[in-house]
Nanobody, 122 residues
Framework: QVQLVESGGGLVQAGGSLSLSCAVS????????VGWFRQAPGKEREFVAR????????YYADSVKGRFTISRVYAKNTVYLQMNGLKPDDTAVYYC???????????????WGQGTQVTVSS
């Protein structure tokens, strides 16, 4: 079993920054690729960014490319999502997920955290 715990959400003004953390435990950190997703009220969960198990490959949704950065620190078993230039459209609950395949497909993720709320005011 794998446990993921997100933290770092909050309320920020448009143009501001937040850094989300996803702490992974229960299985070797190198066993999984990790992705960040978000879900706004009334909408489906959508892909934001992913990082390979080695950290050597990353991929972003077009909507966040150039503004968000995903990274992982093995010593802390943690994956980060640095979010800069936030917009009101970024408001959502953000989830991290762990998958055995390097994918952006939400259905391919085996484990999920509980989510953290990000609210961007205009």
């Amino acid at each position: 079993q794998v446990q993921l715990v997100e933290s770092g959400g909050g309320l920020v003004q448009a143009g501001g920054s937040l850094s989300l953390s996803c702490a992974v435990s229960g299985r070797p950190f190198s066993s999984f690729h990790v992705g960040w997703f978000r879900q706004a009220p009334g909408k489906e969960r959508e892909f934001v960014a992913r990082i390979s198990w080695s950290g050597g490959s990353t991929y972003y949704a077009d909507s966040v490319k150039g503004r968000f950065t995903i990274s992982r620190v093995y010593a802390k078993n943690t994956v980060y999502l640095q979010m800069n230039g936030l917009k009101p459209d970024d408001t959502a609950v953000y989830y991290c997920g762990a998958a055995r395949s390097y994918t952006r497909n939400v259905d391919d993720y085996d484990y999920w955290g509980q989510g953290t709320q990000v609210t961007v005011s205009s």
